[in-house]
T-cell receptor
Framework: GIQVEQSPPDLILQEGANSTLRCNFS?????LQWFHQNPWGQLINLFY???GTKQNGRLSATTVATERYSLLYISSSQTTDSGVYFC??????????????FGRGTQLTVWP | GAGVSQSPRYKVAKRGQDVALRCDPI?????LFWYQQALGQGPEFLTY????????KSGLPSDRFFAERPEGSVSTLKIQRTQQEDSAVYLC???????????FGSGTRLTVV
């Protein structure tokens, strides 16, 4: 299956700092999603970004499909940004349906 | 409903006991997925339904695991003769299809003692 690697595994920031999370994947994909898992375990979809750049408030994401990586940018981090960030790609690169392969995540802790 | 609802939120089972985990997807979502998340890991796929049809069950770790969605809405994941390695959070997600709008439930944390 497709390998998904995320870095760094852990990130500790002070409130207000900026950060970049990276996701590398081993094969071409036509779909990539970023999720945030909050401390209560809820997985929230942040971005659906097969290519290009999207922004949503203090968060933005860029996927360079030809080079098989995606970046998630968090600006002016807040304590509520704490949690685990996952990227996920579909198992079937010819489809946007079906199972997803997740990375192991980046554990982000933001201190006040 | 407004979101994906899973019950129970927590389950403690004695080794060898059977358990049943329930998932209520968002109304009208045709796709439903089950994932298993071990501590410190990303979610791993278990099985996938489109309406009532189970299209992919390749992620089920053994024949002790069984999932159903008989009317194309509510789904149940059943684990027979639970073992300690089954301890994990079991996540359910639904989607209207076409790979868009994945919504996850809060999960069921299963602890086998």
């Amino acid at each position: 299956g497709i390998q998904v690697e995320q870095s760094p595994p852990d990130l500790i920031l002070q409130e207000g700092a900026n950060s970049t999370l990276r996701c590398n994947f081993s094969d071409s994909v036509n779909n990539l999603q970023w999720f945030h898992q909050n401390p209560w375990g809820q997985l929230i979809n942040l971005f659906y970004i097969p290519s290009g750049t999207k922004q949503n408030g203090r968060l933005s994401a860029t996927t360079v499909a030809t080079e098989r990586y995606s970046l998630l940018y968090i600006s002016s981090s807040q304590t509520t940004d704490s949690g685990v960030y996952f990227c996920a790609v579909p198992a079937d690169r010819g489809s946007t349906l079906g199972r997803l392969y997740f990375g192991r995540g980046t554990q982000l802790t933001v201190w006040p | 409903g407004a979101g994906v609802s899973q019950s129970p939120r927590y389950k403690v089972a004695k080794r060898g006991q059977d358990v049943a985990l329930r998932c209520d997807p968002i109304s009208g979502h045709v796709s439903l997925f089950w994932y298993q998340q071990a501590l410190g890991q990303g979610p791993e796929f278990l099985t996938y339904f489109q309406n009532e049809a189970q299209l992919d069950k390749s992620g089920l770790p053994s024949d002790r695991f069984f999932a159903e969605r008989p009317e194309g809405s509510v789904s149940t994941l059943k684990i027979q003769r639970t073992q300690q390695e089954d301890s994990a959070v079991y996540l359910c997600a639904s989607s209207p299809g076409q790979g868009l709008g994945y919504t996850f439930g809060s999960g069921t944390r299963l602890t086998v003692v």
